[in-house]
């Protein structure tokens, strides 16, 4: 399994697309800028199979509609809530961004704790909720990586703030996810640097 990171020109967020070397599918998990997003798949001939969304707040959908465009028999993974989220303009937040935004593709699957993804032979993501920086927040985690969206951002404390943000619930999120990884276990944020955990600060 391979995993490229691209940082977005919104609020720099992580943008991460993961491929297998013996398909030619690819994920992307958190679509920011498409177009360095595109380019890759293209240079690697992958076709994209599925977006998976960590949470529904703008900097980390807006790519969604370009990548759809392009691939329509894509799939969207999203929790109940986020998806409501993706669209409404207002619930994820681009209203305030002076660029209304919502997604226009249909092939849309909810997931929650109890879904696993098959991503490819053998290869299951699960899905792991984690409410507190949004009401919508997912954990997703496959062979010793975990993409944690702004759930759990090491070195930075958890932002609550913002509509349906909890800081206990946040607390309780970042606890679930440290106990179920492993000191190797790679993390991958939706904000700042990869780590391992046994590396990274938690604040
Ligand atoms: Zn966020």
Known sequence: MQVERFVNSILGSNTYVISFEESNTAWCIDPGDSRPILDWLADNHKVLCGILVTHAHFDHIYGINDLTNQFPEATIYVSEYGKECLQNAKLNGSLYHEMPFVVRHNKIEVVNENVSIEMSDNQVMQVWE??????????????????????????????????????????????????????????????????????CEIV
């Open 130 to 199: 984690t409410p507190g920086h949004s009401r919508d927040s997912l954990t997703f985690y496959i062979e010793e990586q975990v993409f944690t969206g702004d759930a759990f951002i090491p070195g930075i404390k958890t932002r609550t703030v913002f509509k349906g943000g909890d800081k206990e619930q946040a607390a309780r999120s970042i606890q679930k996810i440290l106990s179920r990884i492993n000191d190797s276990t790679v993390i991958y944020p939706g904000h700042k640097e990869i780590c391992y955990k046994k590396e």
